[in-house]
């Protein structure tokens, strides 16, 4: 439901926040909703600024398992792929998610299957999902686990990440929200 919420194509924290605005008007939720909208967008520029720098070269840097000798190549290629990344960027998120909608659901194929594998190989990893770890976690070494932590605003903002690729809600049909 939340993909069919788009302002004129567009998605990401400020554009569902100016749709919210719209229907809102000046009513008394309307300083709440700013608030939540300037930390959903707080949160989306951690996750801009952290992700390329930390994604991209550790995906181009998996070529080394492969060939060792390509670590030379892997600060160039990584440097090339975020310029051709921001360089289509600038045409806005429905672009990047027309180039990237495809790519991204034969990831998430790939992945589906590897890890049903796995599972049902292995069903004993599905125990690392109670949350009895991470509270252990935190009693062994507070430090780290906070540390740790940052891994989790990843995940916690890749949804935001999600709705900002609004491309493929371009395939979905419209319905007034």
Do not use: C
């Not at 930390?39 to 398992?65: D, K, M, N, Q, R």
């Not at 921001?86 to 998120?93: D, E, L, N």
């Not at 495809?102 to 049903?116: E, K, M």
């Amino acid at each position: 439901m939340i993909l069919r919420a788009d302002n004129k194509g567009e998605g990401g924290s400020l554009a569902l926040l100016a749709l919210i605005g719209r229907k809102l008007g000046e009513s008394r939720w309307t300083p709440a909703v700013v608030m939540l909208g300037v930390i959903a967008t707080a949160l989306f520029y951690g996750y801009a600024i952290i992700t390329p720098a930390i994604s991209v070269p550790s995906a181009v840097e998996g070529l080394t398992t492969v060939n060792p000798s390509l670590g030379r190549f892997v600060l160039p290629i990584s440097i090339g792929m975020l310029v051709g990344l921001f360089a289509i960027q600038s045409r806005g998120t429905a672009a990047m998610g027309k180039l990237f909608g495809p790519i991204i659901l034969v990831y998430f194929a790939v992945l589906a299957t590897l890890g049903v594998t796995n599972i049902l190989a292995a069903p004993q990893v599905l125990k690392a999902l109670s949350p009895h770890y991470a509270v252990a976690f935190f009693l062994l070494d507070p430090k780290l686990a906070f540390l740790a932590l940052g891994s989790v605003v990843l995940a916690v903002t890749g949804a935001e990440a999600l709705y900002a690729d609004m491309g493929l809600n371009q395939q979905l049909p419209r319905r007034k929200v």
